[in-house]
Nanobody
Framework: QVQLVESGGGLVQAGDSLRLSCAAS????????MRWFRQAPGNEREFVAT????????SYTDSVKGRFTISIDAAKSTVYLQMNSLKLEDTGVYYC?????????????WGQGTQVTVSS
């Protein structure tokens, strides 16, 4: 059974830092893209960052560039999202996603999410 389990969310003040973790289990994830999304109340889920399983490729949405860093420990099958200089607009539920497309077939998994609340 494939599982993605997020942790590390919490209530922080603007300017603080948090590190989210996503522990993946249940299959080999080599070749998968690991991604973080977030969803604020009343908004659609939005992409935050992605990393290849090798760690060689990363990409971020513009609003978090320079503040967030995605990383991976493949030996532990864990993906991290280091969030610095947090802003009120970073508040939301953060979801981990594992995705691969093989022979036009999409394999896609989601975690249950972890709440991040940034207060002033």
């Amino acid at each position: 059974q494939v599982q993605l389990v997020e942790s590390g969310g919490g209530l922080v003040q603007a300017g603080d830092s948090l590190r989210l973790s996503c522990a993946a289990s249940g299959r080999a994830f080599s070749g998968y893209a690991m991604r973080w999304f977030r969803q604020a109340p009343g908004n659609e889920r939005e992409f935050v960052a992605t990393i290849s399983w090798s760690g060689a490729y990363t990409s971020y949405t513009d609003s978090v560039k320079g503040r967030f860093t995605i990383s991976i420990d493949a030996a532990k099958s864990t993906v991290y999202l280091q969030m610095n200089s947090l802003k009120l607009e970073d508040t939301g539920v953060y979801y981990c996603n594992a995705r691969v497309i093989v022979s036009s077939t999409l394999d896609d998994y989601w975690g249950q999410g972890t709440q991040v609340t940034v207060s002033s």
